[in-house]
């Protein structure tokens, strides 16, 4: 049962690459959440979504974008990478009322 | 915007103290939840409250969400060795947009 798995691991950008961070869930949760977490502090919402077809900006949007197509996807993008972007992300998701699933996180770099 | 503040920031103590750690806001919630983090994982729930004046105690940690449903505790006594990691509260204001606290970094000393 893998949960939420997210890819890649670790990546580090140069200024102004794009990329794409992966998220998908096999445990057909309606809410997905993207966050962020700088170096020993806590997490930044930045999108989530309430289920396919629907998004909704976080707390800190600015510079990424996000879709749902469907139930088990939410990828995260990254258009012009900058260095206030190097953070370890995290994608969780849950049913509304029920704890959070995290997963392990991915650690980017942008130099 | 609804913020969610912890403290304190950082905590060292020996093993065999009691401690607490808080999580402060101005916007009420509807649950609140908290988490556990240990280097290099995702947070990892420990306990969810939803009842303004609700106490709920998990073995050696007992968790308080303040009557107005703006504000928590969370208390732990005797702390050991493993107890050491970041505390997050979580907040849901109904629309299932969970807002985390600035965490609380524990480290229990053997």
């Known amino acids: 049962n893998a949960g939420v798995t997210q890819t890649p691991k670790f990546r580090i950008l140069k200024i102004g690459q794009s990329m794409t961070l992966q998220c998908t869930q096999d445990?057909?949760?309606?809410?997905m959440y993207w966050y962020r977490q700088d170096p020993g502090m806590g997490l930044k919402l930045i999108y989530y979504?309430?289920?396919?077809?629907?998004?909704d900006k976080g707390e800190v949007p600015n510079g990424y974008n996000v879709s749902r197509s469907t139930t088990e996807d939410f990828p995260l993008r990254l258009e012009l990478a900058a260095p206030s972007q190097t953070s370890v992300y995290f994608c969780?998701?849950?049913?509304?009322?029920?704890?959070?699933?995290f997963g392990n996180g991915t650690r980017l770099t942008v130099t | 915007t609804q913020l969610l503040e912890q403290s304190p920031q950082f905590l060292s103590i020996q093993e065999g103290e009691n401690l607490t750690v808080y999580c402060n806001s101005s916007?009420?919630?509807?649950?609140l939840q908290w988490y556990r983090q240990e280097p290099g994982e995702g947070p990892v729930l420990l306990v969810t409250?939803?009842?303004?004046?609700e106490v709920k105690k998990l073995k050696r940690l007992t968790f308080q969400f303040g009557d107005a449903r703006k504000d928590s505790s969370l208390h732990i006594t005797a702390a050991q060795p493993g107890d050491t990691g970041l505390y997050l509260c979580?907040?849901?204001?109904?629309?299932?947009?969970?807002?985390f606290g600035t965490g609380t970094r524990l480290k229990v000393l053997a």
């Open positions: 969780a998701t849950g049913t509304g009322d029920s704890p959070l699933h």
């Open positions: 445990m057909n949760h309606n809410y």
């Open positions: 979504s309430v289920g396919a077809g629907i998004t």
């Open positions: 916007s009420v919630f509807s649950s």
């Open positions: 409250v939803v009842t303004g004046g």
């Open positions: 979580a907040g849901n204001s109904g629309t299932y947009k969970y807002i």
